[in-house]
Structure formats: C-alpha cells, structure tokens
C-alpha cells in the first residue's frame, strides 16, 4: 500500500494578522524577508544559490560573507546586500523558474523550456486538478502549483521513499503544502490515489503506457488532457499505443529545442559617400575615414542543448 504524505496547510491566526507580515509563497509574492524564508541569491545570471534564512545563520560566498540578522531579515526581496568582501548580490524571491535553476537534484529534471509548454498544452489554469508521477526533484511540480493556486491541487506520486519525504518537507517549507498530496507508491500497480478529480495528468516514469489506464481512472469523466515525457522515441511508440487503445484522441509528440540568442554591443565602420553638398559647395566637416558606429546585434550560438526528451499530448473525450 502507498503511503500518504499529505502536507499541512500553512496559515496565519486571524488575530495576528495584522501585526504579521505575509509570509514568503512560491505562489505569492512577499515583500520582506523573514526567517524561515526561502531566498535565492544572485551573484551572476550563471551563479545562483538558494539559502534558508535563519537568525544568526551566515552565508559564504565568493563575495564575502552575508549574515542572515543583519543583512537578509526585514529587508526588501531584490535589494542589493554587500558582503563582508565588499563586493555585492542581489537576494531575490523565489519562483518556479529560479527554483529549476537552483533547486538540489535527486533526479533529471525538466527545465522551462519543457514546462512552459507542458503548462499550456494541459490548459492548467487556477482551479485546476492535476495528477502528476513522479514527483523527482519538483521542477515541474512547482511551476504547476503556481498556475493551479490559489484553488486548485497537485495530486503527485513517487515511487522512491525518500524522495517523496523530501518533496513533502519542500512543499511545506515552500508553504505551498495546502496545495499538494504527495503519495509513495508505485503509480503503475497502484494509480494515484484518486478517482474521476483530474482536469490533466502528466507522466514522466520509464514506461509510461502502464500507467495510461490509471490516468484515465482518475480523470474527470468530461475529460481533460494527459502527458507523458519520455527521452527514448521506443517509449513514445508504447505509450501512443496504450493512449490510442484507452480511447483518447488528438495525440500528438513533439520535441522542443530552444536557441537563445546572444545580445552584444557591436563597432560597425560608418562609409563615407562623400558630401551631400553640391560639388561647388566646399564643406568645412569631412567624415572621418575611420567613423564608426556601436550598434546592437544578435549571434546565434556556436552549441545549443540538443534532445531533451519527447512530450506526447492526448485528450480524454468526455463519456
């Protein structure tokens, strides 16, 4: 049997309310920090790192250290804190998206460019009852929390013991635990735990088409949409086929590949076309022969992040 790790419901005494200031959310933003929050420190677009903050904690960094009493608690998010080097970062809010750049991997992990998509092709939306295996590390997971809050729920599944403890203990201290069941058992054997509730589900676990007849179970019976990821096209083929053979329509795979574009200052030569004066007329300001101009211009990149995985989409037509 699958055990149930459903997490507690953070909240605040109405009596306190006013004397209290809201509490850091990954699906609400806060404007001080407190402790007990969450904070992503930015040192540069490629040096980040997520801190607990706590009275009388210190964090070292290349910069020097930032302690936790003085520089972190009561300040604004996104203020800009010297360290003890004297050089400086920035302490951001926690999102989604700085979360999956940051967050501490147990498993291979689905980044932006996949979620977004996944997001938008399942038409999650504040409301939204979505059934999810496995849970990994949380990448998706939290960006699927954003978008079903502030009434929606995440019903999840892993099968690896502690990673589910451990999703749990993050969901609560993200305090986005109101908003998620986490549940330890095997989706395939056992399914999710609940029937006829999911707007949409998603499937990212070796083989997927063993658990295509679970998703349908737990799906609402005015359907909704499925989604399986998978690295490996023979599991794609496995899947589609279990999809097809449940009875859902409109199935479809692609892969996504991003490219990002480097943005850089550039000096160009001015030409010279001589003057725009008649011949007749002498000019007193004759352009330089080695004018030039800075302009702004993009360059594709030399490498880019190749296959990630396959994404398959179906609906599950209303009964």
């Known amino acids: 049997m699958g055990s149930d790790l459903a997490s507690n419901r953070f909240s605040i005494d109405p009596r306190d309310r006013s004397q209290t200031r809201p509490a850091m959310s990954f699906v609400e933003y806060s404007e001080f920090i407190q402790e007990g929050d969450i904070a992503i420190i930015f040192l540069g677009h490629d040096s980040m790192m997520p801190v607990k903050v706590q009275q009388g904690a210190q964090t070292q960094t290349r910069y020097g250290v930032i302690r936790h009493s003085k520089d972190l608690i009561g300040q604004r998010f996104g203020t800009k804190v010297t360290c003890s080097k004297g050089g400086w970062v920035y302490v951001l809010h926690p999102t989604p998206e700085l979360w999956t ?11 932006t460019t996949d979620i977004a998509n996944i997001t938008m092709m399942l038409e999650l939306k504040p409301g939204s009852v979505v059934c999810e295996s496995g849970t990994g590390s949380g990448s998706l997971s939290h960006a699927i929390l954003r978008t079903i809050a502030p009434t929606g729920h995440l019903h999840t599944v892993e099968f690896h013991q502690q990673r589910a403890e451990k999703a749990a203990e993050e ?35 070796p083989s997927p088409w063993e658990a295509v007849k679970h998703a349908k179970n737990a799906m609402k019976r005015q359907g909704g949409r499925v989604c399986s990821f998978s690295p ?17 329509q409109e199935i479809s795979t692609l892969e996504v590949l991003l490219r990002v574009h480097d943005v850089r200052t550039i000096t160009l030569p001015l030409p010279d076309f001589g003057s725009d004066q008649p011949l007749e007329t002498p000019t ?6 080695n004018a030039s101009v800075l302009c702004k211009t993009t360059t594709p990149p030399r490498d880019m992040a190749g296959h990630t995985g396959y994404l398959t989409f179906a609906t599950k037509p209303s009964v």
């Open 101 to 111: 750049l940051n967050l501490p991997h147990r498993t291979q992990i689905l980044y």
């Open 232 to 248: 490996c096209i023979e599991q794609v083929q496995k899947t589609v086929e279990a999809l097809a053979d449940e009875g859902f």
């Open 171 to 205: 969901f609560r201290e993200h305090r986005v635990g109101h908003l998620v069941t986490v549940r330890n058992q095997d989706v395939c054997k056992e399914g999710f735990g609940v029937t006829g509730v999911a707007d949409a589900v998603f499937l990212d676990i």
């Open 284 to 289: 007193d300001t004759p352009v330089p022969s």
